[in-house]
Structures are given as C-alpha cells and as structure tokens.
T-cell receptor, first 112, second 111 residues
C-alpha cells in the first residue's frame, strides 16, 4: 500500500516550457488535491477534485490546469512555466466526507 | 486568504521538554487539524478536533480549541529528537473537504 505517490521528485524547467506533474493514490479515495508550498508559507490550494469527473479551482489556479484521469490519478499541468511557479508541489487525497488528507512526498520544481 | 495562522515561531527546546504552539483562524469552522512535516517530506496528519470539543489527546499530543477566541494550541509533551519538524494547523474553513493551512511552526528538539 503505497499511499499517495508523485512523479517526478525533482524537475528543472526553463521559462516557457511545459510539464505535467503526476499523482496517484491507492486508497480508493474520492477527493484529490494539488497544493504548492513556498518558503515560510503554508500550503496553498491550486486545484482540487471532489470526485472522479469533477475539478474545481482553489486559491491559486492561475497558470495551471488539472486532469482527473480516473479515480486513482490526478495530474497537474504547467502550460508555460514561469519563475513564480518555482515551488514544492504536493498532491493529497481524502475520503469524501472526511477532512483528513493524506499527502504525497512532493515534487520540487525550479523554473529558471 | 489563509484561514489558519500559527504564531510564527521557531521553537528550539531540549529533549524531554514540552513544546507548545498556537494557531488562530478567522471564520467559523467544523473542525481543526494539526499536521507535521519533516524536512523535505509531505505532511502527516496528527490529530483532528471538532468544534464541539475543547480538548483532545493522542499519545504525547494534546490539542485544545477555543472557538470563542478562534484559536487552538498543540502541546507535545516529553519531546524527542524525532519531533523536530514543522507543524501546521488546518481548518475546514473553505468547506467541501478543502483545507486552509497556516504558515507553520518550526520545532527543533535538541538531543
């Protein structure tokens, strides 16, 4: 039982490049989330998916898109990376109706 | 906007001492949670306290909630070096299973 997995662990991009961050969970959770964490800050919600087939914007969605591919997988795409998107990205999941979230190990992204 | 905000403390204590950190929030909530983050890792859920509870214990953790003051505290008793981490509070202020996280408190336990 791996919990929440994320790939890649590290990534360096040049301004304007695109990439997709992958997230998968094996806990059969309905809800999934993408956060970013900047130095000295808490986590800010980018997008979330309350259930398979639905996605909604969070606090800081600009510059990102998401896809809930199936119940297990929730990907985050940066279409044209900017230095302001340098951050650590965390994926999380939870069972619908509960507030406890389970986090992946994170992806450390640097945009030059 | 951030709904949960810890006192921005970096706490350094000796092993065996108690560590206390605080969190304040702005809106009404159904529950408040505390998470731990070890360096370079994801967050791990520690404890959840509901709005109708005033105090909750889990092992060496004690959480209090004062809804009249919109604040919570986390106490770690008899700290260990392994407790060195950042601690975040999170509220369900946004609803729909979305959490609002505070900025975190860094705790260093010196062996």
């Amino acid at each position: 039982n791996a919990g929440v997995t994320q790939t890649p662990k590290f990534q360096v991009l040049k301004t304007g490049q695109s990439m997709t961050l992958q997230c998968a969970q094996d806990m059969n959770h309905n809800s999934m989330y993408w956060y970013r964490q900047d130095p000295g800050m808490g986590l800010r919600l980018i997008y979330y998916s309350a259930s398979e087939g639905t996605t909604d914007k969070g606090e800081v969605p600009n510059g990102y898109n998401v896809s809930r591919l199936n119940k297990r997988e929730f990907s985050l795409r940066l279409e044209s990376a900017a230095p302001s998107q340098t951050s650590v990205y965390f994926c999380a999941s939870s069972e619908y109706g509960t507030d406890t979230q389970y986090f992946g190990p994170g992806t450390r992204l640097t945009v030059l | 906007s951030q709904q949960g905000e810890e006192d921005p403390q970096a706490l350094s204590i000796q092993e065996g001492e108690n560590a206390t950190m605080n969190c304040s929030y702005k809106t009404s909530i159904n529950n408040l949670q505390w998470y731990r983050q070890n360096s370079g890792r994801g967050l791990v859920h520690l404890i959840l306290i509901r709005s109708n509870e005033r105090e909750k214990h889990s092992g060496r953790l004690r959480v209090t909630l004062d809804t009249s003051k919109k604040s919570s505290s986390l106490l770690i008793t008899a700290s260990r070096a392994a407790d060195t981490a950042s601690y975040f509070c999170a509220t369900d202020a946004y609803g729909n299973n979305r959490l609002a996280f505070g900025k975190g408190n860094q705790v260093v336990v010196i062996p």
